[in-house]
T-cell receptor, first 111, second 114 residues
Framework: RKEVEQDPGPFNVPEGATVAFNCTYSNSASQSFFWYRQDCRKEPKLLMS???SGNEDGRFTAQLNRASQYISLLIRDSKLSDSATYLC????????????FGSGTRLSIRP | GAVVSQHPSRVICKSGTSVKIECRSLDFQATTMFWYRQFPKQSLMLMAT?????????EQGVEKDKFLINHASLTLSTLTVTSAHPEDSSFYICSARDFNSPLHFGNGTRLTVT
């Protein structure tokens, strides 16, 4: 079982829809969490950090559930430009800090 | 603007040659830099983690003698693909951070070995 798991998708939704992704992590030593987006043939870019209390940035809302060990990303009023792969990233610290990537969830927004 | 600069963005080389890729943090000191490889339609795969002034830690299955990593300063790490072969053709991406800050990525290097 992978340490960080995501539904690979693809999610194909109409413009204006609300879409949500989950990401589960298995190591309870995980400390910090992020969502990145990656466009085709480009490098990942930070979308938002995920805080324990949940946080919102415009149409994007991220939440963390430590008890169930998952994070989520909600996109409201989706735009065509939201089409990308969304990567869940977990930073854990045991003997050393380590960044773990999920394999990504592909999102396609259709007109 | 970009906080991590990666160079070159694209390189084509002949089989058997070596290729060096540079990764620079522009406005912060990168205590840790990471190197990834990504094949088409696949996820990022971590190759190695490097801390300034110490040897890189390679992930299982990554040959350290083939992928030489140097992190001699807090703003520069290099990845050298030695004796490149066509199967090394891939998208190589570096990332850097300062302690627990989010990762910042370079814009990647597309390597094609003919």
């Amino acid at each position: 079982r992978k340490e960080v798991e995501q539904d690979p998708g693809p999610f194909n939704v109409p413009e204006g829809a609300t879409v949500a992704f989950n990401c589960t992590y298995s190591n309870s030593a995980s400390q910090s969490f992020f969502w990145y987006r990656q466009d085709c043939r480009k490098e990942p870019k930070l979308l938002m950090s995920v805080y324990s209390s949940g946080n919102e940035d415009g149409r994007f809302t991220a939440q963390l559930n430590r008890a169930s060990q998952y994070i989520s990303l909600l996109i409201r009023d989706s735009k065509l430009s939201d089409s990308a792969t969304y990567l869940c990233v977990v930073n854990r610290y045991s003997s050393a800090s380590k960044i773990i990537f999920g394999s990504g969830t592909r999102l396609s927004i259709r007109p | 603007g970009a906080v991590v600069s990666q160079h070159p963005s694209r390189v084509i080389c002949k089989s058997g040659t070596s290729v060096k890729i540079e990764c620079r943090s522009l406005d912060f000191q990168a205590t840790t830099m990471f190197w990834y490889r990504q094949f088409p339609k696949q996820s990022l795969m971590l190759m190695a983690t490097s801390n300034e002034g110490s040897k890189a830690t390679y992930e299982q299955g990554v040959e350290k003698d083939k992928f030489l990593i140097n992190h001699a300063s807090l703003t520069l790490s290099t990845l050298t693909v030695t004796s490149a072969h066509p199967e090394d053709s891939s998208f190589y991406i570096c990332s850097a951070r300062d302690f627990n800050s989010p990762l910042h990525f370079g814009n990647g290097t597309r390597l094609t070995v003919t």
